[in-house]
């Protein structure tokens, strides 16, 4: 079965500092990958996916991603973040076959600081 | 784009009581559909996985005749917790899955339960 973990739990931030959230799947399988924000008092949004191809993925409001498979790994990246990204973030993967169940990490909380 | 309607979006009753809570896709067909619970500060807990037309598989420890779950349509999942208990207090959170090859999953907007 497939498991995600995320690390860190709670991470402050000052704006304009670079951010890299950290997550770790475990699946001996080919998987998709996914990080989701949901913003105070609201549900959840996706940021961006990885199913194939090029690992280094760009999803929305400056978001990117790389997949290291070697690592197990699929690390949430923005070079410099604003106030308005406070949030909690979830990794997630499902295996890659069709109507697979998506499995969460346990979240991250992000605060940034204005 | 893809949007899932959930209602209602939030709800109070009495212990011993029933809760009914839909899932609709409003512009795609859902082939599958997932329901989770988030318990405060926490992430999301996958309760099961319903198919259209057919028995919805429940993940381990959740309780099958407690959470009735009924997949009618490609438009339509419901989650009834019945006899709900102040432990069943929480927020219940549906995806649903389009029929498409991408593997697009959408989430509705939650529903918080609070059992008295």
């Known amino acids: 079965a497939q498991s995600v973990s995320q690390h860190n739990h709670h991470v402050i931030l000052s704006e304009a500092a670079s951010l890299e959230l950290g997550c770790n799947y475990s699946?001996?399988?080919?998987?998709?990958l996914f990080w989701y924000v949901q913003y105070p008092g609201q549900h959840l949004q996706l940021l961006l996916k990885y199913f194939s191809g090029d690992p280094l993925v760009k999803g929305i409001k400056g978001f990117e991603a790389e997949f290291i498979k070697s690592k197990f790994s699929f690390n949430l990246r923005k070079p410099s973040v604003q106030w308005s990204d406070t949030a909690e973030y979830f990794c997630?993967?499902?295996?890659?076959?069709?109507?697979?169940?998506?499995?969460f990490g346990s979240g991250t909380r992000l605060s940034i600081r204005p | 784009g893809a949007v899932v309607s959930q209602h209602p979006s939030w709800v109070i009753c009495k212990s011993g009581t029933s809760v009914k809570i839909e899932c609709r896709s409003l512009?795609?067909?859902?082939?599958?559909m997932f329901w989770y619970r988030q318990f405060p500060k926490q992430s999301l807990m996958l309760m099961a996985t319903s198919n259209e037309g057919s028995k919805a598989t429940y993940e381990q420890g959740v309780e099958k005749d407690k959470f009735l779950i009924n997949h009618a349509s490609l438009t339509l999942s419901t989650l009834t917790v019945t006899s709900a208990h102040p432990e069943d207090s929480s927020f219940y959170i549906c995806?649903?899955?389009?029929?498409?090859?991408?593997?697009?999953?959408?989430f509705g907007s939650g529903t918080r339960l609070t059992v008295v």
């Open positions: 699946y001996g399988g080919t998987v998709n």
């Open positions: 512009d795609f067909q859902a082939t599958t």
């Open positions: 995806s649903a899955r389009r029929g498409d090859g991408d593997y697009g999953y959408t």
């Open positions: 997630a993967v499902n295996a890659s076959s069709s109507a697979s169940k998506i499995i």
